[in-house]
């Protein structure tokens, strides 16, 4: 058997590799009939990105091999380390020699778009329908991976919102502060973290909101001063796009006041994502847009810099017009592709597996390994993951597929802190503030949404750090417009109007 190599990779960062599906496998498994050993097993090729340097050759993985016994297929791993992932996929696909199946990991995407629209990647919809289990995947998760009304993309399933409020709750309670409830609360508490000394160094070297170059987790403060999430209904039931609104300037109006009062780091310039390992490091006092999974990692990272810290969740802050909320998403971390060019019988082997990495069966896998070898099984009738688990880096390269909102909570940690991401996850469950039109790609978003981001970022930027005035907003506004901003408001509200304007 050939040997590839497998790097280790995070459970968030690698949540739709389709290891991650493939390796779904339980050994309790009751799903068609063990395949004809004098079969010759297919040969499926896996593109995939990894998140770290954890290495193991392809014969050391006893789930990989697991997997093929049962399959009857021989997987041909192209693991990409994360940061090279888009330029590979882009050179591989214009080479044309593509996997059998790979990964997109986000979703609207223009380059994606390009390449269905040119034909690159199957339609589904009739794979979808010997799929049971897939099909079961709320509606919703499907369609909004649709592009010109087909199916391209198997979901990656996550919960519809997800990200939470974290804060330092031992800062705030040695400096005699409430939780923040309001919009002003929030900035009232960035900067006693920033001016206080709350980590009771004697240094001003802390600060109260983490965030980096590209204003990263900053969403429920840009919805809580009304910028809607992409695109905002207005009064008269037309879009405009959230950049471009009054709430963005006055949220910019606020960031850089913060940054004004050292209530955001002086380095956001070099921070893109920082944001993280400003937290675990004991730097800041809050992100205001946590993924829950993130959580586990990050109270334990942060502990071993303070043990005493305290890190909880809160609700997101409230508006002057009562907004509150978080992002709303599409319900999917993008999805897997099938190449075109793959023939029927090989496209049907891989949604056999997806299907089955999507069952009751393949979830026990992806959480305790191969019965027997990865975990064993207490009296109680639960399961205890040994050492050959971590070692096949089965929590690494495996997302529960099943769409569940509970995915985020991390099975390997402790129950108290699992307890912790339950309790978030219901808590936020019912706040996503949702883009009306939330996987539409305009023709002129493909052409020239690069150029104009690129544009806003290098606007907003300069405004917050106070390099321009914040009247520079409106020029940029302007520009924004003139750079196809206005074009692509125009396709963006004929498609709204032509979908009933729901």
């Keep these: 058997m050939t040997k590839h190599r497998i790097r280790k990779a995070s459970t968030l960062t690698v949540t739709g590799v389709l ?65 090279d992932y888009t330029t590979k996929q882009n050179v591989v696909i214009a080479s044309g020699d593509l996997p059998d199946v790979m990964v997109w990991n986000s979703f609207p995407d223009a380059g994606l778009s390009n390449y269905i629209k040119q034909g690159a990647f199957m339609q589904l919809e009739k794979y979808i329908e010997s799929a049971p289990t897939l099909k079961q995947f709320p509606q ?34 040695k400096l005699n502060l409430p939780i923040p409830k309001t919009i002003d609360d929030f900035a009232k508490v960035a900067i006693a973290f920033a001016k206080n000394d709350p980590d009771g160094d004697g240094k001003a070297n802390t600060y109260g909101i983490a965030t980096g170059s590209n204003l990263e987790n900053l969403n429920p403060i840009f919805l809580a001063l009304g910028a809607g999430n992409g695109w905002l209904k207005q009064a008269d039931g037309t879009l405009i796009n959230s950049n471009i609104t009054p709430g963005m300037k006055q949220t910019l109006q606020l960031l850089r006041d913060l940054y004004a009062q050292g209530a955001l780091s002086k380095d956001i310039a070099v921070q893109q994502g920082m944001v993280r390992k400003e937290l675990q490091s004991g730097k800041a006092g809050m992100v205001v847009e946590s993924y829950i999974v993130d959580y586990a990692q990050d109270i334990t990272a942060l502990k071993k810099v303070d043990p005493k ?36 019988e090989k496209a ?23 019965d027997g070898i990865h975990n064993t099984k207490n009296a109680d009738g639960t399961f205890t993951i ?12 495996i997302m529960v597929s099943p769409y569940d909102i509970y995915s985020y909570v991390d099975g390997g940690a402790p129950q108290e802190i699992q307890k912790i991401q339950r309790d978030a996850l219901d808590m936020i469950k019912d706040k996503g503030i949702f883009s009306p039109v939330p996987s539409y790609l305009s023709p002129t978003t493909i052409e020239k949404g690069a150029d104009l ?23 940029f506004v302007v520009k924004w417009n003139a750079g196809g901003g206005d ?11 032509a979908q009933g304007s729901k």
């Excluded at 063990?34 to 995939?48: G, I, R």
């Excluded at 074009?487 to 109007?497: A, S």
């Design 140 to 173: 919703k998760l499907w369609d909004n991976l649709k592009v010109d009304g087909h199916s391209y993309l198997i979901p990656r399933p996550r919960p519809i919102v997800r990200t939470g409020v974290v804060i330092r709750k031992d800062w705030l309670d």
């Design 19 to 83: 290891m991650a599906s493939l390796i779904g496998c339980s050994s309790s498994d009751k799903v068609g009939s063990s395949p004809d050993a004098s079969t010759k097993p297919m040969d499926l090729s896996v593109m995939f990105y990894t998140s770290s340097n954890m290495q193991f050759t392809h014969d050391d993985n006893e789930a990989i091999k697991f997997l093929e016994k049962k399959f009857n297929v021989h997987l041909n791993l192209m693991d990409v380390p994360i940061g």
């Design 453 to 475: 981001n690129k544009l806003k970022l290098e606007y907003y930027f300069k405004i917050v750090t106070g390099e321009l005035p914040i009247s520079a907003f409106d020029e």
């Design 348 to 370: 049907k082997k891989i949604m056999e597996i997806l299907d089955w990495e999507a069952s009751p069966d393949g979830a026990h896998f992806g959480k305790f390994g191969v």
């Design 386 to 397: 040994n050492d050959k688990y971590k070692q096949d880096n089965l929590k690494e390269l």
């Design 309 to 344: 810290a305290e890190l909880i969740f809160i609700d997101p802050p409230v508006g002057p017009s009562g907004i509150s909320g978080f992002n709303g998403t599409t319900g999917n971390a993008g999805g897997w592709l099938i190449p075109a060019k793959v023939k029927p």
């Design 487 to 497: 074009q692509m408001t125009k396709d963006t509200n004929e498609y709204y109007k």
